[in-house]
């Protein structure tokens, strides 16, 4: 690396979930690509290993552990094979079959909220193991817009709510430990599977594109760059912060599919 700038995280341990794809896998490449030792967790392992082939690619470390963030035992498995941990990212997440409250099913309400939030706390559970031994430790979750603004997912909004005010708590509990907690609220971010139900509900994208002042999405290297700062140690004052990267979306106050009526 012949820029010093890039080698911010180098010696640091990332544990990054929901790895493959989307924001996940350019968190992942874009640690890498600044020289953190990168272990990427996903249900998806095919997703995964091909993610772990793009870092090899460019030069970089990354093993990769399927499993599933929602579950004790798969996290425990792949925090055992990553050992010590610097860096955590809380990515993971899942909203098949959210919607309007009154018609999501206690399946998929339940499975929402155990990827999303209790994946979070069963991941930052056991990051903390190794980050309070060494006191030191910067720890991201990725929340959403939703959790500022009511943008029609329930079950998903719930969650990323209870992200945001874990996010605060966690970072008061655990900064005498020097371990930093903060959360990113991203807007839309354009990736693989945005594109493809963009692609097959055209109508889908031109209401939620007219929400944002600047009239484009974002993209999951802006996503990837705020984490970045997070993770570094540059952000060594920044803690129990949520950081809003949604190009101005959520200083709109009235989203059309909630209003029929307007």
Same mark, same amino acid.
Request: net charge negative; glycine share 10%.
């Given at each position: /690396?012949?820029? %010093? !700038?890039?080698?911010?995280?180098?010696?640091?341990?990332?544990?990054?979930?929901?790895?493959?794809?989307?924001?996940?896998?350019?968190?992942?490449?874009?640690?890498?690509?600044?020289?953190?030792?990168?272990?990427? /967790?996903?249900? =998806?392992?095919?997703?995964?290993?091909?993610?772990?082939? /793009?870092?090899?690619?460019?030069?970089?470390?990354?093993?990769?552990?399927?499993?599933?963030?929602?579950?004790?035992?798969?996290?425990?498995?792949?925090?055992?094979?990553?050992?010590?941990?610097?860096?955590?990212?809380?990515?993971?997440?899942?909203?098949?079959? =959210?919607?309007? *409250?009154?018609?999501?099913?206690? !399946?998929?309400?339940?499975?929402?909220?155990?990827?999303?939030?209790?994946? $979070?706390?069963?991941?930052?559970?056991?990051? *903390?193991?190794?980050?309070?031994?060494?006191?030191?430790?910067?720890?991201?979750?990725?929340?959403?817009?939703?959790?500022?603004?009511?943008?029609?997912?329930?079950?998903?909004?719930?969650?990323?709510?209870?992200?945001?005010?874990?996010?605060?708590?966690?970072?008061?509990?655990? !900064?005498?430990?020097?371990?930093?907690?903060?959360?990113?609220? %991203?807007? $839309?971010?354009?990736?693989?599977?945005?594109?493809?139900?963009?692609?097959?509900?055209?109508?889908?994208?031109?209401?939620? *594109?007219? +929400?944002?002042?600047?009239?484009?999405?974002?993209?999951? !290297?802006?996503?990837?760059?705020?984490? +970045?700062?997070?993770?570094?140690?540059?952000?060594?004052?920044?803690?129990?912060?949520?950081?809003?990267?949604?190009?101005?979306?959520?200083?709109?106050?009235?989203?059309?599919? *909630?209003? %029929?009526?307007?």
């Amino acid at each position: /690396m012949s820029d %010093p !700038a890039e080698a911010r995280l180098t010696k640091k341990t990332a544990f990054i979930t929901g790895g493959g794809n989307g924001i996940g896998r350019e968190i992942v490449l874009t640690f890498s690509r600044y020289g953190a030792r990168i272990f990427s /967790m996903d249900i =998806d392992g095919l997703a995964n290993e091909e993610t772990a082939r /793009m870092v090899r690619e460019q030069g970089g470390q990354c093993e990769c552990v399927q499993g599933d963030a929602s579950v004790a035992a798969d996290v425990e498995r792949a925090f055992k094979v990553a050992g010590s941990v610097d860096i955590l990212v809380n990515n993971a997440a899942a909203w098949s079959g =959210d919607g309007w *409250l009154h018609e999501v099913s206690e !399946a998929d309400w339940d499975r929402v909220i155990a990827v999303c939030l209790r994946g $979070t706390y069963l991941c930052t559970r056991a990051a *903390l193991k190794s980050m309070r031994a060494r006191k030191a430790g910067s720890i991201i979750n990725i929340s959403s817009v939703n959790a500022l603004t009511g943008i029609h997912l329930a079950a998903y909004t719930a969650a990323k709510g209870g992200i945001n005010s874990l996010t605060r708590l966690l970072a008061l509990q655990y !900064a005498p430990y020097g371990i930093r907690v903060n959360a990113i609220c %991203p807007g $839309t971010i354009v990736t693989d599977s945005t594109r493809r139900h963009y692609d097959e509900h055209p109508e889908d994208e031109a209401e939620i *594109l007219s +929400l944002y002042p600047g009239k484009h999405f974002g993209e999951p !290297a802006d996503i990837a760059h705020c984490a +970045l700062y997070m993770a570094s140690d540059e952000a060594r004052f920044m803690n129990g912060s949520i950081v809003v990267v949604d190009g101005a979306m959520s200083s709109i106050h009235r989203i059309p599919s *909630l209003h %029929p009526n307007s």
